[in-house]
């Protein structure tokens, strides 16, 4: 009865509407107005609201179940307000769908995870299982969790993916106020969610521990901020104990007695706790934004002896860059000092920093520098270092050439104490190294203000000097080229480097083995003694080059003597053998070789080898060398006199590539395989087999007549197939060797994969070895590169993992690993296999454990990785392959192994 007397009223206003307002088929309800031209219906009363239809759970049932309701689609979007529920609902052809509860009617068993309230402390509550209607029970996972608000602190932990089993849990409240959180959980079967409100106690029981009162909040520039600039508040009195914690938005974004501002807003105080209201009253400051520009911040600020101070009343120097406008201010310990300065000052102990003031605008603050008691203060002093820089005392300015060299020296160093050169200091500068004397270049140190030479000793309170510098725009001399008459032999005394550079060249500096040798300025230098030699050149206004390349004088060489010949003096025809010339001083010496007589040629010839070709017939045959070194010729050829006899020596195997005889190939791809045979200088072939077993009989020849296996390009991706190559000698009865078998596995190509797949394939993806390309081909340095430094002889295990999507098909997953230069250890990890042969749920992983070879840092490894740039990098590609459901898609992760930083260098070292 309700229900019909419901549609009757709302039958008898919209007739009396709508006829009233027939010709323009529109209703304006609450005022004298035109509807607007979007409006069917336009409720425009203040202060009054719709009213929908009242009707109870029961009502609303009986409704539902009155005869045609629920197959008439007129009914869908009927709207109620149920007084059961307290909640609106609509009808969606189904079912009553609650706008208080989202479209999924889930409950939970064996009650709700969100009642009573969680306290202060946190707790763990569960297990419980949701419910629906319908019930999903054909999708895994089955629900969904996400936490929609108060993500930091509601956690919940699924226990049965199947039947969305799990846990909640609240970690502690650290505030004295209540907080909550929102809880969605969806059905995975009708997408259809339901939120859950979560709250938690405060526990105000720690407030008045350490603050009983808070003072008023000040500011040492104002309340106002200009944009990208900072307010500098703080509690006045700056009291010593307390704890207090600053807010924004109900947030907390500081603790202590400041705080720098650099957003608009109100800045609240708590004392011990976020909401703690007694016995300490909060506290409030309003910080509102200009319209101005703050000006930039001052990007540098040094401070000499790196802000140790030997006596409590001694000062350090500190300096900002001048800016481009404004008044630097200092502050010390937070607080502003009374005046603005010049870009240094004298600086005690205490926490400093620089802030620029233009036009009412404050900048954010500069690096700070903290000025401290040294820990071995009042012990014996050391000295304070005297430095020179290329050569000019560190007491007046030194005047610099952009792009020159930087000579640093300690000109009277004392025993056992460590002199440390920056540019700047240790907290804001560059560190250049260690020593009493130090080489490095303009380009490092020019984004600086000062040099320094910090000296340390145990037990004894450091010293330092420091130097100021400009740059000037003279640029210094090329960089010289050192040449030697006598190559890296040093030959008595007639040995002369020679060092050439640039026109405006006036004098050089000449080093061996790092020390500075007196003997000469000018551009030659007469070898005294072995060693690494390296030049500097100068100009007039006293501009010092780069440095050139190291030449080494490696031995003192001597004439070359007893000349002599070593090898098979009985070789077989139809060979051929390698002969081996000796002598005293042989270091860089230059051979002739050559036949006099007999049937025999030579092959080839590289520095004392050479490769001696014999032919059929037999007979003697003379081998002779000539030879000489840096400081003359040999003292005499030396012969060697041979005997070729005929044999016929059946081949042997000497080598296999890969070692392991093992590979893994992309189908379609030819095997690269190969054998070595030492065939005794003898023609021989070579006939390839391929084997469905592990046998070297019964099987199909392939290939051409090559060491190398070719042609073999029909391979099916998941097959195992097996290779043997047979060498005949073509002499006497054609004596044959059968190699050991190959065994190839074939993998599915990735290159055939086009499709791109879903989910992320995560891993190591740059290698720096870090062994040469010091400061060279952008680079960067190796003391920078040497923190990232990659080690494979200790590295071990680098992991790739692949995530699956959340949503979507993911199954048979493989992964193929494609390594051109063999940097992969296959011995360790196949190059293919399979990670997932069934379904890889959703958001779940699998990783493919790979083993680089451990030589990868050798100057004798292979591949060779020493001196490669970011462009010569070896690259090692992991693929992961999948089926989608319909076809196979690839993710592909490149990892390059190189010998140079993995990101863009900058200032180099």
Known sequence: MANRFF??????????????????????????????????????????????????AFQRDSLTNSAGFTTNPLANGLTIYNTTSNCLEYWNSSKWTSLCKGQANISFSPTAPNEPAFPSAGEE????????????????????????????????????ESTGEFRVSMDENPAATPRSAILRITNNCTQEYKEFFFTQDGDDSDCGDTVTSIP??????????????????????????????????????????????????????????IGCT????????????????????????????NGYVCDPD????????????????????????LSPTDSSIDAGIGVWFAVVEDGGCSSLKSNSITVQLDPNAGADDIESPIFTVNGVSSYSSVSLCSGGSLLL??????????????????????????????????AAVKNYLILQCVATKANFCTKSEYASFTISENNPPARPIITSNTGTVRCGNNTQLTATSSADATSFKWYRDGELLFTTTGNTLPVAAQGAYTVYALNNEGCVSEVSATHTINSSSGFALNLAISGNDSP????????????????????????????????????????????????LVELSVTAANACGEADRPALLTLYSSTSCIPPTVTNYTPSSKAITVPEGANPNISITANTYGQTATYQWYRNDTKSTTGATAVGINSPLLSGETALVAGETYYYYCVVTALCGSNPSVTSDYFTVSAAINPNTVTALGSGSLSGKTCFDIAVSNDNANSCGSLTARASTKADFATMGVQNYTFKAAASGTVQNVRYVIQDDEGCVDGTKTPLSGILQAGVLNGSNSVTIPVYYKTTLNSSASTPLIVGRTKASAAKVTINIIYDDGSKDVKLALTAAIQDCMCFEAGTEL
């Open 7 to 56: 549609f009757k009223m709302f039958l008898l206003v919209a007739l009396t509407f709508f006829s009233a307002n027939y010709s323009f088929s529109q209703v304006t309800i609450g005022a004298n107005k035109m509807p607007e031209s979007f409006s069917v219906l336009e409720l425009t009363d203040i202060g009054k609201g719709l009213r929908l239809p009242r009707l109870t």
């Open 125 to 160: 509550r569960g297990p419980f299982t949701p419910s629906d209607n319908p019930n999903c029970t054909t999708e895994t996972p089955a629900y969904n969790f996400t936490v929609m608000m108060g993500q930091d602190y509601l956690h919940v932990l699924v226990l049965n």
């Open 278 to 305: 007694a016995p300490a009253t909060p506290q409030s400051i309003t910080v509102s934004v200009g319209t101005g520009t703050a000006p930039a911040p001052v990007p540098l600020l040094v401070g000499s002896n």
């Open 216 to 273: 008023d909040i000040l500011s040492e520039n104002g309340t106002s901020l200009c944009g990208s600039g900072a307010a500098y508040l703080y509690l006045q009195g700056r009291p010593s104990t307390g704890e207090f914690i600053w807010t924004l938005n109900g947030k907390e974004v500081g603790r202590g007695t400041e705080y720098i501002a650099t957003q608009g807003g109100t800045y609240i105080v708590y004392g011990d706790k």
């Open 409 to 442: 020296k300690v000109e009277t160093p004392e025993g056992n104490v460590t002199y440390t050169w920056y540019a700047g200091d240790a907290q804001n500068g560059l560190k250049l190294g260690t020593g009493t004397k130090l080489a490095t270049t303009v």
């Open 572 to 619: 077989n025809t139809n060979t051929s053998e390698t002969y081996t010339a000796t002598m005293t001083n042989n270091i860089n010496g230059s051979f002739i070789w050559s036949v006099i007589s007999g049937d025999a040629v030579i092959e080839s010839q590289s520095d004392n080898t050479v490769s001696v070709h014999f032919g059929p017939a037999e007979g």
């Open 314 to 337: 001694e000062v350090v120097k500190l300096y900002a860059e001048t800016p481009a406008s404004g008044d630097i201010y200092w502050y010390k310990d937070g607080i502003r000092q």
